[in-house]
């Protein structure tokens, strides 16, 4: 087993504590290692993008046992995560390669650009999605920002899914971690009807307590058929 990257959190309250959902994408990446090394990419520098990335750890993992020659774009809405993220990349590689852009989702990144996205978004069935922090005195929303996904804990994760195929590069995939909530089956069956330019399959599951996990793999396999709106 991999060493877990040693975590440099600069705000605790405010950035999301890695836990079980952000350790199955650790497993992962640590069991797609031989899958990487074989897959071409075109004699480029790999761009592997995280959305969301707390506190940086599942980037510095890749970063550091999977995708060494890569270039790592970390993004998060939420400042201190792209502080944190810099830091534990900081701590734990000496490659550099990596940067931690503040944005909304995918927003600061070029289309058709993306080799390997990974994504372990707000997941949790929430009423709503709190509005950004304005004062000081709001900061406590970070940490629900980092869980809220909205009535079927979908709404952030959507929107992801709608600009995939325009975001990732012609071979690219992304990895998205679901709840059972978010009924993965089905957003997985719905996203590869609309996309036969995809192949789209589960990657991993596991129970976490109460909770059951899987990430999903979105794979493009070429060609640019797609709904107009992705
Ligand atoms: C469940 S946490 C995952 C953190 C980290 N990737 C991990 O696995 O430990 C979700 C992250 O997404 C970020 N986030 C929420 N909405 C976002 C948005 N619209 N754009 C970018 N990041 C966002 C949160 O700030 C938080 O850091």
Redesign the pocket.
């Known amino acids: 087993m991999l060493p877990t990257p040693d975590i440099k959190i600069t705000d605790p309250e405010k950035?999301?504590?890695?836990?079980e959902?952000?350790f199955l994408?650790l497993d992962l990446f640590e069991e797609l290692r031989d899958y990487f090394k074989r897959k071409e990419f075109g004699h480029k520098t790999p761009l592997v993008v995280?959305?969301?990335?707390?506190?940086?750890?599942?980037?510095t993992f890749i970063n550091e046992y999977v995708l060494p020659n890569g270039y790592f774009i970390a993004?998060?809405?939420?400042p201190y995560?792209c502080a944190s993220a810099l830091q534990t990349n900081k701590a734990n590689t000496t490659s550099f390669n990596l940067d931690a852009v503040r944005?909304?989702?995918l927003?600061a990144i070029q289309d058709h650009l993306i080799d390997v996205l990974?994504?372990?978004?707000?997941?949790v069935p929430t009423e709503s999605?709190p509005s950004m922090p304005t004062t000081k005195n709001e900061e406590y929303k970070?940490m629900d920002?980092?869980?809220n996904g909205g009535p079927t804990g979908m709404d952030?994760t959507n929107?992801v899914l709608d600009s995939l195929n325009r975001k990732l590069s012609v071979n690219g995939e992304a990895y998205i971690?679901f709840c059972a909530r978010n009924k993965p089956k089905q957003v997985a069956a719905n996203f590869q009807s609309n996309h036969d330019n995809f192949k789209v399959e589960q990657v991993i599951f596991r129970k976490a307590g109460w909770e059951e996990l899987s990430i999903y793999r979105f794979l493009k396999v070429g060609g640019t058929k797609s709904t107009p709106s992705a």
């Open positions: 950035v999301y504590d890695p836990a959902d952000s994408l995280e959305i969301g990335t707390g506190s940086g750890i599942v980037s993004t998060d809405i939420n995560s944005c909304d989702l927003s990974v994504f372990n978004p707000p997941y999605i970070w920002i980092a869980l952030i929107k971690l």
